[in-house]
Structure formats: structure tokens, C-alpha cells
């Protein structure tokens, strides 16, 4: 067999070399090289890490996607793989043989058409489904366990995180889980926090204080400094006041007039429209995500402001760049980049709040970052109000006062895990 190494070959794909196939010689060529280049630490210390995701809102593969660029950036000592839940358990996808549609689709489904009324129900009968399949799924975990053979696994979903604890106890005794929560806090029972074996990053006090209610020692719960933010938005350039001016101009704006940045995720929502029509004297960007629809429909409200229109986009740090405020729903994600770009945020918290973000409308309150409406009825004078001069300089403080580097912190954190495991 024939063993060929070319110059740029990864530390990882070192590691994967089957020496054992080649013959005496191969070896001996394969081994002078690792020698000589890559040092046999190094080799030794790379760690399986598994990333666990799913698409259900597009907070989870975001963060799994963000924390893997920051680690290979900084050269961690990990070989990192992402495994989407859904594809593995696709099998035993109740609701799509029922429906015809996967879990995380139904799910986007109703955050794009606005059907949140009675999600916590719909969340009640979907983990009573769950539990009824809890040994299927084990089984399944364990089998993909014993065949990629993870030193960590890192789980960035919810719901699930019973099965991927017993699977990985009898897969590989030795790997530790470690479950990152994107929701400001769990939203008990079996939702992110269950009780066995295992560490927890947790981005709020209040995440911190229910892991530690949950009996879990103090080493193994960490507290990041909040979400995880895509390494964009730490990377935007700051912007002049001319250039700033230059770009509201481009996109059809008014320089000297505020602009309210309107998010709701990637695939928009409904109310938007209810918010242009309620806004037609504020200047707005308005994202769409991937609804078309819903952009065509906003093409048609009438405005007396102007109003910037757009689709799915990487460029949010940008467009934050250019607004003074944002409106949108009390998601984790979406509230954490308006804050970490200085803008205070206008959200709602009703019924038809997802259960699991309640308390993010709550930490709003709590952090002075912005202001929380029942419904937004309520929005003009939601922005009459966060626009006052010294209520403005108030909210605007306190997203400074906050500084989320979790993204960054979190690669250090799970070395000490697996340092403490090895």
C-alpha cells in the first residue's frame, strides 16, 4: 500500500494515517515526516470533539458552526465534527411519517406563519413523544458513538440531551458530555438541563443557579459571558460617522433621522407587517430572511419614512451598524447581537411567546438593555419612549456595560473539561 503525505497534510489527517497497512519502509518515510514537522505532542493531544445540532431555528447550527471556526482559528487541540441530530434519528421521525414533514421543519413552519399560540402544549406532547422513543434513540446514539468514538461530545440542542447522556455512558464511559445552553435559561423539565453526569456552559446567572439547583457541582457548571455570536460580529470594522452617513444614504435613508432595525429571524415573520404599517413615519431596515412572500407584501405597505427591504443576509453586524435600534422577537440570538452592537432592543412576551423565551424578555427588564411590550399594538409608543433623549443614553449604557466573549471563552472551557476527564 502505498502511503503518500503531501506538504500541506493537516494534523488531523496525520492522525487518520492507517501506518499499520503500509510496509516497513512507508512507515519509516511517514514517521521521519511527522517527526520532522509536526510535533508528536501535538498528534497526541488532538482530541475527537463531536459538535451535536440540529435546524430547528437556526440558533443551534449557528453557534456549533461559530464555535468550530473560533477553534480552528486558534489551533485548538481538537479534530472537531458537527453531527446533526435530526439526520441520525431521521428514521424515527414520528412527526414526519405522520406529516410528512421533519420535527425542525414543523417547527420553523410555525415561528415563519406566527402559530406559536399553545406552543407550550405542542412542547408537552413532542417531549411525551420523545420519552416514548427514548430507548429507540439510545440505541441509535449509541451505535454512531461506538463508530466515531468521541474523547467529547458537545451538545448544543435541547430535548435530547437524556439519550445523548446514556449513549455515551455506555458507548465510551470515558467521554464526557458537555451541554452549551442557547437559551438565556432552561425551561424545566427535560428541556436543557436533566440530572446525570455532566458539565454545563451557561450563558446568565440564571442558567448558573438552576444547573445548581438541578444538584450539579460547581465544577461543572461554567458561566460564559452570554451567547455565542458568529466571530462577524466581533471582526466589523468601526465605522466614522461620515461613513455611517454615506451608507444610510445608499440604502435610501435619512442620515440625521434614526433607523429601527426589524428582525425575526431567518425566515421572517408576519408581524412585520403589522410593524411597518404601525411605523410609517420611522425610517426601518427591514430583513426577510428567506420569506419572499413576506417581502413582497412589505414592498406594497405605504410609508410616509422610507424603509430598506431585504432578504437573507450575513451582513446583520453591518446593517446593526447602521441602525439605532432594533425590534424583534425576545430570541437569545437575535437579542445578543442587537446588544453586543449597542442597540437597545424593543421585544414582545405574550402567549404566543415560545415558553423557552420568556425569560429573555425578562433579562431585557433585568439588564435595563431595552423595552418589552405586550404585543406590538404597542410599538409606536414603544419607540417614541426608547427614543427619548435620556431614556435612550439609559438603554444605550447598559449594552455597554455587557461584554460577550463566550465565543472565545467557551474553547478554554472545554479543554479544562477534557483535561480534568484525561
Request: charge should be positive.
Amino acid at each position: 500500500m502505498d502511503v503518500q503525505v503531501a506538504p500541506h497534510t493537516s494534523t488531523v489527517e496525520l492522525k487518520r494515517l492507517q501506518l499499520g497497512d503500509a510496509d516497513k519502509k512507508h512507515r519509516l518515510i511517514v514517521l521521519f515526516f511527522v517527526t520532522a514537522v509536526v510535533p508528536c505532542d501535538t498528534i497526541e493531544m488532538l482530541k475527537r470533539l463531536e459538535l451535536v445540532f440540529f435546524d430547528a431555528g437556526g440558533g443551534h447550527r449557528a453557534a456549533a458552526n461559530a464555535l468550530r471556526e473560533v477553534m480552528e482559528r486558534e489551533r485548538r487541540s481538537f479534530e472537531i465534527r458537527l453531527m446533526n441530530l435530526q439526520e441520525l434519528l431521521d428514521s424515527m421521525d414520528v412527526f414526519r411519517r405522520l406529516t410528512g414533514l421533519r420535527l425542525q421543519d414543523i417547527y420553523n413552519l410555525m415561528l415563519k406563519k406566527g402559530w406559536t399560540l399553545g406552543a407550550r402544549q405542542l412542547m408537552a406532547g413532542m417531549q411525551w413523544v420523545i420519552r416514548l422513543y427514548h430507548g429507540k434513540q439510545v440505541r441509535m446514539l449509541e451505535a454512531h458513538w461506538a463508530e466515531s468514538r468521541p474523547d467529547l461530545v458537545v451538545s448544543l440542542v435541547p430535548h435530547f440531551n437524556r439519550a445523548i447522556g446514556e449513549s455515551l455512558r455506555r458507548a465510551s464511559p470515558g467521554a464526557p458530555l458537555v451541554t452549551i445552553l442557547t437559551d438565556f435559561a432552561d425551561y424545566p423539565p427535560h428541556f436543557w438541563i436533566e440530572r446525570q453526569p455532566q458539565y454545563f456552559i451557561c450563558g446568565s446567572e440564571r442558567a448558573v443557579e438552576q444547573a445548581r439547583a438541578m444538584g450539579h457541582a460547581e465544577d461543572r457548571i461554567f458561566h460564559a459571558s452570554g451567547m455565542i455570536l458568529s466571530p462577524r460580529f466581533y471582526e466589523v470594522a468601526p465605522i466614522e460617522a461620515d461613513e455611517r452617513a454615506a451608507a444610510r444614504r445608499t440604502l435610501g435613508l435619512d442620515p440625521a433621522q434614526p433607523v429601527g432595525l426589524v428582525l425575526f429571524g431567518g425566515q421572517g415573520a408576519a408581524v412585520m407587517l403589522d410593524i411597518a404599517r404601525r411605523l410609517p413615519d420611522r425610517q426601518l431596515i427591514l430583513i426577510c430572511g428567506h420569506n419572499q412572500k413576506l417581502r413582497a407584501r412589505l414592498e406594497r405597505v405605504t410609508r410616509r419614512a422610507p424603509a430598506f427591504l431585504e432578504g437573507f443576509t450575513k451582513e446583520i453586524p453591518r446593517y446593526m451598524q447602521l441602525a439605532d435600534y432594533f425590534i424583534g422577537k425576545p430570541g437569545p440570538g437575535s437579542i445578543s447581537e442587537a446588544v453586543f452592537m449597542r442597540l437597545p432592543v424593543i421585544v414582545d412576551s405574550n402567549a404566543w411567546t415560545l415558553p423557552q423565551e420568556r425569560y429573555n424578555a425578562e433579562w431585557v427588564r433585568e439588564e435595563g438593555v431595552g423595552i418589552v411590550v405586550r404585543n406590538f399594538r404597542d410599538v409606536e409608543g414603544a419607540v417614541e419612549r426608547l427614543l427619548e433623549p435620556a431614556a435612550y443614553a439609559g438603554f444605550r449604557a447598559a449594552t455597554e456595560r455587557l461584554r460577550n466573549r463566550a465565543v472565545f471563552e467557551i474553547p478554554e472551557m472545554l479543554e479544562r473539561v477534557i483535561g480534568g476527564a484525561g
